[in-house]
């Protein structure tokens, strides 16, 4: 598989100097910590603004006694060198050129694991040094991470799993009593005191908002919640520490905890659009493994980012690129150059697609495939523009549309990028669109602003 295929923008220069501030709400807001909290209402709103994140996995495995029956690959250093230890991870991660990538992408969003496999948490934790000696680092990597990217106003999410009995080892498992847990893999059999399970992991959880409640905006919950994890109570305590967090459930929506949704996926072809948050790892893994390398076709990439961000009943949270660092500010072939050309399409595409909603006039359907589709519409907030994004142009200068399904009459079209006019006509069967002869079709991404 190739690295993705290195593309360049006409105008992104003007953008970036134009827009950066704003495309996302964020770039030069101030630190979390200096400003107002918002409402809860208006917080859980917010969340259909988020059109574009990146999802880190960095952990530590350890000894496991893992329900598959291989042990997974641990951490690695750049060529393969296994991590000895929770605190060389920990103490070797790279914070300042996490956070200048994640600027380089344009994220708008940043999912970081406390903890996977194992539960091994990346924070001088006392309730683990309470339950399980020897599951905590030195260094504070989620303080420290979680406040160098509020500074810089990108929102974070801490992923939590609250069902992780099975990865852990037989003492472990007897200090927690859910020894034998294992035998009935991830979803399995039920440990039958579930009590003490759930006093660990909402005690764990009340440390973290604890901790870093300030710094963050919601929660990443891993696992699926299977029947032993008290869904309500884990709501409740995130909750009670401040009701605007995000609850967001990987494979599923259970409403007496989440608010929202994920759903996983190794982004592979036709790449269908969902309308939870996708999760779209671009490598062979959600971590940084010895020889992994992107795969990820960096155009396919670009429009998808549109068109997830078009999905009609989308409860927001649009793609999240995952991939893991290694240790010392060193990354997998192809993901700095990833970064580089999402966050330049970013910068083009602007209030096309980070001041919108779906389009109702030409909508993108729940699970409709990328690979095929020609065109995808947003509507700006306020109802007045839409922007329609080509991605497939025909052989000629002239754009033919069907008739807008909320049947609204078209009068003005121009580009985008430059404000150029285009020719337009509206009747009963349909939109026509004309280039000028000076215009050419971008083969990325063609944006209409239609009025």
């Not at 839409?386 to 052989?395: D, G, K, N, R, S």
Request: with cysteine.
């Amino acid at each position: 598989m190739q690295s993705p295929v290195r593309f360049t923008f006409p105008a992104f220069a003007l953008a970036a100097v134009l827009g950066v501030f704003s495309l996302f709400g964020g770039l030069a807001v101030p630190a979390a910590s200096a400003a107002p909290q918002p409402s809860p209402d208006a917080a859980m709103q917010s969340y259909k603004d988020l059109h574009h994140g990146l999802f880190f996995h960095y952990i530590y495995i350890g000894r496991q006694l893992y329900y598959r029956s291989a042990k997974i690959p641990d951490a690695c250093w750049e060529g393969g060198k296994a991590v000895a230890n929770l605190d060389e991870l920990a103490d070797n991660l790279d914070i300042p050129d996490l956070v200048k990538l994640c600027e380089t992408a344009r994220a708008q969003y940043v999912i970081f694991t406390v903890f996977h496999a194992n539960i091994n948490v990346l924070y001088p934790s006392k309730v683990m040094a309470k339950w399980l000696p020897g599951h905590t680092s030195k260094r504070d990597v989620i303080g420290e991470l979680a406040r160098a990217l509020k500074e810089k106003g990108i929102r974070v999410i801490l992923y939590f799993h609250p069902s992780d009995a099975h990865d852990l080892g037989k003492e472990d498992q007897a200090r927690l009593d859910v020894s034998g847990f294992n035998s009935g893999g991830a979803g399995g059999r039920t440990p039958q005191n579930t009590a003490r399970w759930n006093d660990f992991t909402n005690e764990l959880l009340t440390e973290i908002l604890e901790r870093y409640g300030k710094h963050i905006d919601g929660f990443f919950i891993d696992g699926g919640l299977p029947r032993y994890v008290d869904a309500a109570r884990l709501r409740r305590t995130i909750k009670s520490a401040n009701p605007g967090l995000w609850i967001i459930q990987n494979a599923g929506l259970r409403r007496e905890c989440a608010d929202f949704a994920f759903n996983e996926n190794t982004f592979k072809t036709p790449f269908p659009v969902t309308t939870w948050m996708r999760g779209a790892v671009i490598s062979g893994d959600w971590r940084a493994l010895k020889d992994g390398r992107v795969k990820t076709p960096i155009d396919a990439a670009c429009r998808y980012l549109v068109l997830q961000a078009a999905v009609a009943q989308q409860l927001g949270g649009g793609v999240s690129w995952s991939f893991g660092p290694y240790p010392g500010g060193k990354w997998e072939p192809g993901v700095r150059d990833f970064a580089k050309d999402i966050g330049a399409f970013a910068a083009k595409v602007g209030d096309s697609v980070f001041n919108t909603r779906p389009s109702t006039a030409w909508v993108t359907r729940n699970n409709q495939p990328l690979l095929g589709t020609k065109h995808a519409a947003l509507d700006s907030k306020d109802g007045t523009k839409t922007y329609l994004h080509v991605f497939l142009p025909p052989e000629g200068k002239t754009l033919r549309l069907p008739a807008p399904a909320n049947k609204k009459q078209f009068r003005i079209a121009k580009l985008f990028a430059d404000g150029t006019a285009v020719a337009i006509s509206q009747d009963a069967n349909g939109v026509s669109l004309t280039l000028p002869d000076s215009a050419k079709w971008d083969p990325l991404d063609t944006i209409f602003t239609l009025e």
